[in-house]
């Protein structure tokens, strides 16, 4: 079971926008530890996408946007691409886990 | 470049060591972890080992039973797994936790290495 809760699939047609949620609890999310998320192409290791909540690494398509508020994150898609059907997780830190990282249960993305 | 090896297939009880070598030329400035996957599963974060290996972390679930550790100078990481069970098959990433200012995330990933258990 994991720490943060994401929704198992999204979907929409190219162009068109999605989004995903990520809910944490009040020793994650909402205790201001920022969120990153990741993408995993089939058959692939996962790819870092944003950190630090809304902060694209370099060769990130700009398509990709990231926000967080309360005890929750949200990760955009804006004119979605067929590449970008992928398993997307997010990942924060947890206090009260012996183990700091934890990782959303996952959403895959696929394209209509 | 992060490249496992170790995986592969081992009975219940029994024990398998990972590696993880790190072709680039920073590995001792850096955290390092393992982080697996169950079959159509999410990731879990397994352990970290700080730079100079002083801290150590084990996620509930394999505290007892595995051992991280690294050799800065041959740029490798390890992962010592006794006792395994079947809930441990999985494939296994080596991820560096990479840091800039306040924020860290992982980045890069190996390409894995498949753990199978079995019963």
């Known amino acids: 079971q994991s720490v943060l809760t994401q929704p198992p699939s999204v979907s929409g047609a190219p162009g068109q926008r999605v989004t995903i949620s990520c809910t944490g609890t009040s020793s994650n999310i909402g205790a201001g530890y920022d969120v990153q998320w990741y993408q995993q192409l089939p058959g692939t290791a996962p790819k870092i996408l944003i950190y630090?909540?809304?902060i694209r690494p370099s060769g990130v398509p700009d398509r990709f946007s990231g926000s967080k508020s309360g005890t929750s994150a949200s990760l955009a898609i804006t004119g979605l691409q067929a590449e970008d059907e992928a398993d997307y997780y997010c990942q924060s830190y947890d206090s009260r886990m012996r183990g700091p990282y934890v990782f959303g249960s996952g959403t895959k993305v696929t394209v209509l | 470049q992060l490249v496992e090896s170790g995986g592969g297939l081992v009975k219940v009880g029994g024990s398998l060591r990972l590696s993880c070598v790190d072709s680039g030329l920073t590995f001792s400035n850096y955290n390092m972890n393992w982080i697996r996957q169950a079959p159509g599963q999410g990731l879990e974060w397994v352990s970290s080992?700080?730079?100079?290996?002083?801290?150590?972390h084990y996620a509930d679930s394999v505290k007892g039973r595995f051992t991280i550790s690294r050799d800065n100078a041959k740029n490798s990481l390890d992962l010592q797994m006794n006792n395994l069970r079947v809930e441990d098959t999985a494939v296994y990433y080596c991820?560096?936790?990479?840091?800039?200012?306040?924020?860290?995330?992982?980045?890069?990933w190996g390409q894995g290495t498949l753990v199978t258990v079995s019963s």
């Open positions: 991820a560096r936790l990479y840091s800039s200012g306040p924020y860290d995330w992982f980045d890069p």
């Open positions: 630090g909540n809304d």
């Open positions: 080992i700080s730079s100079s290996g002083s801290y150590i």
